[in-house]
């Protein structure tokens, strides 16, 4: 039996390869596509990336031009006689009113300045406008400021109006061409007011060793409107310390800061100055509440200059034979010496010593000498305040004097606690020398001098020198009164910072 097998017919079927080569084609060609697609896709977002950030550092070049212009070229009105406040702007709104319409300084394209001196706006133009060189194109920058408040206050150490104020700032970066960008970044620039004495010593400098404690020496802190039988009650808190360089503390009785230490300045170990520490602290020593740092250097004003000049003659307050001839507004009852001034005018005196168990009683007043020096064995007394000394330190020629101010606070008797009312302001770079007692209670201000506070005694108050030194083992107590009691201008700082692309 034979079998017949059929062979299957393939006629019809030759076109299949060519349709199945064609279908492979048509994907291979919609993956090459996809893939130029997302080439290109990626490189136009790397391009754009590129291009936003050039813009973005644009932008951050107009609002620092116009941050450097206000805070280190412009005067504020008031500070400048030419630009008063007064009759002028309208500080009842914010943004503040000028003609109407706000403060405004800008050189964005299409915008105009409003504000009423020239050469400020000319001055701003130049600061806040110009263009970044790129590797191959350039980003160009422009700048408005906002002025959205403004007030004026009496400054604690000059006596003088200051003006402080608050900007919003914009900065506008723009590139043109492939991968046009517009970015936008804002800032708010204000100055506050701050209490005057925030600290219970506070040392200018921002090297090593600008302040010292050791010796037993301490900070903290008391009320003066708590009194409990004339005495005040201290507390072991609130003592806080503060320098623009390094605190050093050491030494083998025990020295504490009852409070913190702010500083601009970080770590704690050997302070040398290639490498300046907040802290370099040995032996029985200690900051209870730690470091706190500081955004920026602390800038205090330097007093100003005495005019006119005080003279530079002796002027010795002795027990016995009244007052002094040349003693201004001086009246002696026995041996009892006491000084008024008129409201509002100073007495002037030379080169002052209160020596020989003198009795001085002083009233509210300015008494601006040349120097001052109290010895231990007299007696001042505050009868009433404020009593202020400003120190000129000067010589016959114009030299400093090495020590302008030598007080021996066992001999200085303000009986209120109230360190308000006996304050030591001086502007020179010579030494300071204070000492404690019972009833010293007073301000040192002497930002450009080294203030050595002497003996271990008690001193009730705040201090602000260049150098702080206690060594001598001085209990120096902050009147936290001082924080709500006289202000100056603090620093410019920046309060918020945002940005946005705009194209």
Aim: aromatic share 8%.
């Amino acid at each position: 039996m034979s079998t017949n097998t059929a062979r299957r017919p393939w006629s019809g079927e030759e076109g299949i390869a060519l349709i199945l080569a064609m279908f492979m084609v048509l994907v291979v060609s919609l993956i090459g596509a996809s893939l130029a697609t997302v080439g290109r896709t990626e490189t136009l977002s790397s391009l754009n990336y590129k291009t936003m950030s050039q813009a973005r550092y644009a932008a951050e070049s107009g609002l620092h031009g116009a941050a450097n212009y206000l805070i280190h070229v412009y005067v504020p009105p008031g500070a400048d006689a030419a630009d008063p406040v007064t009759g002028v702007y309208d500080l009842t709104k914010s943004p503040v009113e000028y003609n109407g319409d706000p403060v405004v300084l800008t050189t964005a394209e299409g915008a105009e300045s409003n504000y009423p001196i020239k050469n400020k706006v000319t001055t701003f133009e130049a600061d806040a406008a110009g263009d970044l060189a790129m590797s191959n194109t350039k980003a160009s920058y422009t700048a408005t400021a906002t002025l959205l408040s403004m007030r004026r206050f009496t400054d604690a150490y000059s006596g003088g109006q200051v003006t402080i104020q608050t900007w919003q700032i914009t900065g506008i970066g723009q590139i043109k061409g492939a991968g046009a960008a517009d970015v936008e970044v804002s800032a708010i620039i204000e100055t506050q007011r701050v209490p005057a004495y925030r600290y219970a010593a506070f040392a200018t400098f921002d090297g090593c060793d600008a302040m010292t404690f050791g010796g037993g020496g301490q900070s903290d802190s008391y009320d003066s409107s708590k009194l409990v039988g004339g005495n005040a009650v201290t507390s072991k808190s609130d003592g806080n310390v503060g320098t623009n360089g390094g605190l050093t503390m050491n030494g083998a009785t025990k020295t504490t800061i009852y409070g913190t230490l702010s500083t601009p300045r970080t770590g704690v170990g050997n302070c040398t100055d290639a490498s300046i520490t907040a802290l370099d602290i040995s032996g029985k020593a200690d900051v209870k509440d730690g470091l706190v740092q500081l955004p920026q250097a602390v800038h205090w004003n330097t007093p100003a200059a005495i005019a006119p000049a005080p003279p530079t003659t002796a002027l010795d307050f002795k027990k016995t034979g009244g007052c002094p001839a040349a003693a201004p507004k001086c009246t002696a009852v026995g041996d009892v010496m006491t000084i008024t001034p008129d409201a509002g005018v100073p007495v002037q005196m030379g080169n002052v010593t209160m020596n020989a168990l003198a009795e001085v009683h002083l009233n509210a007043g300015t008494y601006e000498v040349n120097t001052l020096s109290i010895a231990g064995n007299a007696k001042v007394y505050i009868d009433s305040g404020p009593v202020i000394f400003k120190v000129n330190g000067l010589d016959a020629t114009g030299a400093e004097i090495a020590t302008p101010i030598d007080v021996n606070g066992g001999g200085v008797l303000n009986n209120s606690l109230n360190p308000q009312n006996l304050q030591f302001v001086y502007g020179g770079s010579g030494e300071v020398k204070l000492n404690g007692g019972s009833k010293s209670a007073f301000l040192g201000y002497a930002p450009n001098a080294t203030v050595n506070l002497n003996g271990n005694a008690d001193i009730y108050g705040a201090i602000v020198g260049k150098f702080v030194n206690d060594t001598g083992g001085a209990k120096l107590h902050f009147d936290l009164q001082l924080k709500s009691w006289a202000y100056t201008e603090g620093e410019p700082t920046m309060t918020s910072f945002t940005w946005s692309s705009t194209h």
